[in-house]
């Protein structure tokens, strides 16, 4: 029976493979129609006669030029015309181009953008920098020149031969250039900060065309700007990164358990289902008497031990510098079984990692899969890529809030009565992750003049609450999208009122309806507003894309 429990867990992991196989049935062969106005159709025609076999303009663009995306409902967004450049100088030009038209355009790097739109552009222009793939390493190895197109994976694999790294993603398939312009919570930030806050220079197309270097000494203000500032300065091309020495193995993964209070949970709600959610009773009667088995069996965990030893992880790996862990809620799909979990990587010496045994203990629980090992740095990028396949429909959601046992117990039923009324629906998968971000971490934010983000130090630690759910139909798009959603604007109205809200909205887990730049402080809105008047007075990068994320 345990080994079917296992079996099960298992199963709820590796759903996600299920829904890849859609894939092939969905790319589209797009027949463009929309946004077809005389102005893209000129734009693209420029491009063409200029850039050449670079540009793909046509009505029937091959599904090989959408594969790089990560989401599915990129993949269905169709511009009328892609432009591949291979070099900063192609950028430049397109970026002159364009600027003489008023076609909506968007740039793509890794194409991780979680919503439509985020780096393509339907009926437009998307400039799709993945040929900018240089890796360099610099003489003295202290600095990284990487190009904007390098997925993470690529770039740690060129750094392995000289035992190095770089603050980058933790799943290797994700992009260089979203990550480093909204943020970038790597593996190794409580000890250097996040990504945007170990670039020492950035080469950067302006809205003039104009291509320059910007580092903290050269240019101190778009510098800070480039810092969290997304896509409203400038067009990146290469990133010059800072090197840090990569140890040889790591002990980290992952702990499931079940949780045993679901039952009282659910009939604390009062769920009226959408007619949609179609259940069967047997599985549900079979699920619950799984748990039940379970908990006889010591793998379940209550709820308030669960949040608990949650709550107690940042205070007591508060002076582990190498020890990033959060924890995970999550429903194992069509059934009626939510597991909770905890994620764990200690990147420093292994015998140190004291935090975590305390964590083990205060869940005082057995764990019914654990992936907990020693192993080399990218073993654990890769165990989260087999978790993360491409090419699905997925929505993130997010908001900030201090660390307070009372509120995640909150969050926890928001979350349950929220996924409660959408599980039946085709292909669904829900969790939600809670991100410690420790005090050390918002300290090294402050390196260099400081990025964008306007957190202080004495706001930590936070915990950054991640939403996501992938699911099977565009037909359920829209509710999904808003379920997620209700469950944040949920958590924050609780949150304010226990007076635990933190203003931050992390733009790389952020949805599109989110305004993420209210959440950066006054101050900071005002002075990135005054940056982007001097480097983009026309407001190209905010008015001609759309998509993303705008000042
Ligand atoms: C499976 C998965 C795992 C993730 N793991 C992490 C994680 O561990 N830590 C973390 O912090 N985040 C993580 N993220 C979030 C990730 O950082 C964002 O999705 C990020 O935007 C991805 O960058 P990209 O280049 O792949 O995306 P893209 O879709 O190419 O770009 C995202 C946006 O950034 C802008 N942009 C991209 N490149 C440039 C450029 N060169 N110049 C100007 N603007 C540009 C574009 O406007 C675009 O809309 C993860 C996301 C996924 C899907
Ligand atoms: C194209 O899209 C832009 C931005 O969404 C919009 O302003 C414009 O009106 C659209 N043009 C047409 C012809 O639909
Ligand atoms: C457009 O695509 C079609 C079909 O893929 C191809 O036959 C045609 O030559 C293309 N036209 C241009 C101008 O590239
Ligand atoms: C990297 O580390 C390995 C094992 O510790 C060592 O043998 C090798 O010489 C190192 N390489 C470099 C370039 O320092
Ligand atoms: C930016 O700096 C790099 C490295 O020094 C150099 O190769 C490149 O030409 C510079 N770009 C510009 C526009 O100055
Ligand atoms: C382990 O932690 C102790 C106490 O925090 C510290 O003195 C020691 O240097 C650490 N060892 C290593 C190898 O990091
Ligand atoms: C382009 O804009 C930058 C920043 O405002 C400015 O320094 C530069 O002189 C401009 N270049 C041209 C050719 O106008």
New binding site residues.
């Given amino acids: 029976m345990i080994l079917y429990l296992e079996g099960l867990v298992l199963l709820c992991l590796l759903v996600l493979g299920g829904v890849k196989a859609q894939l092939d049935t969905q790319i589209p062969i797009g027949n463009f129609q929309g946004n077809s106005s005389n102005t893209c159709h000129d734009a693209c025609t420029a491009l063409s006669s200029i850039l050449g076999e670079k540009v793909h303009h046509n009505t029937s663009l091959p599904s090989s030029l959408f594969s790089g995306y990560?989401t599915l409902m990129?993949r269905s967004t169709i511009p009328l015309c892609i432009v591949h450049p291979t070099s900063s100088e192609d950028v430049s030009v397109a970026i002159r181009i364009i600027s003489q038209h008023t076609c909506i355009f968007?740039?793509?790097?890794?194409?991780?953008?979680?919503f439509p739109g985020?780096?393509t552009a339907a009926g437009g222009i998307v400039l799709d920098?993945h040929h900018l793939n240089a890796l360099e390493l610099s003489e003295d190895r202290e600095t990284a020149y990487v190009g904007?197109g390098n997925r993470w994976g690529a770039v740690y694999e060129f750094l392995k031969p000289w035992n190095l790294t770089v603050v980058g993603?933790?799943?290797g398939?994700?992009?260089?250039?979203?990550?480093l312009?909204?943020?970038?919570?790597?593996f190794i930030s409580r000890r250097y900060g996040?990504?945007c806050d170990n670039v020492r220079n950035y080469e950067?197309v302006l809205s003039n065309g104009t291509i320059a270097n910007i580092s903290y000494t050269s240019h101190p203000d778009l510098y800070f700007a480039l810092r969290g500032g997304?896509?409203n300065f400038?067009?990146?091309?290469r990133f010059d990164l800072e090197t840090h020495p990569n140890l040889p193995e790591w002990l980290g993964g992952f702990n499931f358990m079940l949780l045993s209070s679901t039952p009282t949970l659910l009939s604390s709600l009062s769920l009226t289902r959408p007619f949609k959610v179609t259940l069967s009773y047997a599985l549900e009667t079979t699920s619950q008497f799984l748990v039940s088995i379970g908990c006889k069996f010591g793998y379940c965990i209550d709820l308030d031990t669960f949040v608990t030893a949650i709550s107690r992880l940042p205070v007591e790996s508060e002076n582990d510098h190498d020890a990033m862990g959060y924890g995970i809620v999550s429903l194992i799909p069509k059934a009626n079984i939510y597991v909770v979990g905890t994620h764990t990587v200690h990147t420093g010496a292994i015998n140190n990692a004291t935090a975590f045994s305390k964590l083990v203990s205060d869940l005082n629980t057995k764990s019914m899969h654990s992936t907990v090992r020693t192993q080399h740095p990218y073993g654990f990028m890769q165990e989260?890529d087999t978790h993360?396949p491409v090419g699905v429909r997925?929505t993130y959601n997010t908001a900030t809030f201090r660390v307070d046992r009372a509120f995640m117990k909150e969050v926890v039923k928001i979350f349950v009565d929220e996924v409660e009324r959408i599980r039946g629906l085709e292909g669904f998968m829900g969790a939600y992750t809670t991100q410690t971000l420790a005090r050390d971490e918002i300290g090294q934010m402050e390196k260099n003049g400081g990025n964008a983000f306007g957190i202080m130090e004495e706001d930590g630690p936070l915990t950054i609450l991640l939403v996501s759910f992938t699911w099977g139909s565009s037909e359920d798009d829209e509710l999904v999208v808003r379920t997620a959603q209700n469950i944040v604007d949920r958590a924050v109205i609780i949150g304010k009122e226990m007076g635990v809200h933190h203003p931050f909205i992390?733009q790389?887990?952020a949805a599109k309806s989110q305004d993420v730049f209210a959440g950066y402080s006054v101050e900071n809105q005002k002075r990135l507003r005054r940056i982007q008047r001097d480097v983009d007075p026309e407001g190209l990068f905010s008015r001609l894309?759309p998509?993303?994320f705008s000042l």
């Fill in positions: 990560y990129a968007a740039i793509k790097s890794g194409g991780h953008a979680m985020g780096s920098l904007t993603g933790r799943v398939d994700v992009g260089v250039g979203g990550f312009l909204g943020g970038g919570i790597s996040w990504g950067i997304g896509k400038g067009i990146a091309t989260l993360n997925v992390y790389n887990y894309q998509g993303y």
